[in-house]
C-alpha cells in the first residue's frame, strides 16, 4: 500500500455539502448510466423544480410521473426517487445533520430501506457525501480488482469477503484504502 499511495499522491477525497435527498436523489439517477447521460437526465430533471436551490421530497412528489419520465427517468428510477421522497418527507430517511450523528450501519440501514439503493450506494453515499472514513465496500467490483492485483501473485479478483477480512488491517481508515485502491486502477 505503500508504494500504492506514493505512486498515486495525496489522497483527493472531500465531502459534498448537498442534504441528504439531493444527494440520493443524484445517486439515482447516476445508477447504471454513463456519466454524461446521467448528467443530462439529472440537469432535467433538476429544471422541473421551479428553484434549482430549493430541491425538495415534498416538491418532487408534487412534479407529474410525465414530466420526469419525459426528463429521461426509467419507470425503476422513478418508482425509487418517489419512495425516496416519502421516506425522506417521512423522517425514515433523515436530513444530512441528524444522518451525520448515527453510525455507519445505521445509516445503511435507513438507506437500504428505500427501493432501489443497496449496500453499494449506501457506502458510497458515507464515502463521497459524508466523508467516513472507515468504509470498505467490499462487493465494489473496481476495489475487489484492484486489490486482487495488488496483492495477489495471480492478480485475480478476490471474494468481498477475502478483502473484508484483509481490510481489517486498515481500520479505522478503510476508506482511504478504498480510495487508493479505486485509483490504482488509474494510476500509471
Not at 49 to 76: C, H, N, Q, W, Y
Request: proline share 6%; glycine share 6%.
Amino acid at each position: 500500500m505503500k508504494r500504492l499511495i506514493e505512486r498515486v499522491g495525496p489522497l483527493r477525497l472531500s465531502p459534498s455539502p448537498e442534504d441528504t435527498f439531493e444527494a440520493l436523489l443524484e445517486s439515482i439517477v447516476h445508477q447504471q448510466l454513463h456519466t454524461k447521460v446521467a448528467a443530462t437526465i439529472h440537469g432535467r430533471v433538476m429544471a422541473l423544480f421551479e428553484d434549482a436551490a430549493l430541491v425538495t421530497p415534498e416538491l418532487l412528489l408534487k412534479i407529474p410521473d410525465e414530466l420526469l419520465r419525459g426528463a429521461g427517468l426509467s419507470r425503476a428510477k422513478l418508482a425509487a426517487m418517489r419512495d425516496l421522497a416519502e421516506k425522506c418527507r417521512d423522517g425514515m430517511v433523515p436530513r444530512r445533520a441528524e444522518l451525520e450523528k448515527r453510525t455507519d450501519e445505521e445509516i445503511i440501514a435507513r438507506l437500504t430501506a428505500v427501493r432501489g439503493i443497496g449496500v453499494w450506494t449506501a457506502q458510497m453515499f458515507l464515502i463521497f457525501r459524508l466523508g467516513r472514513p472507515d468504509v470498505m465496500p467490499s462487493g465494489d467490483f473496481g476495489v475487489r480488482k484492484a486489490f486482487g492485483l495488488l496483492y495477489r501473485k495471480n492478480g485475480r479478483v478476490p471474494p468481498a469477503s477475502a478483502l473484508e477480512k484483509h481490510a481489517e488491517i486498515w481500520a479505522p481508515y478503510r476508506t482511504v484504502a478504498s480510495w487508493y485502491l479505486w485509483r490504482s486502477l488509474d494510476a500509471p
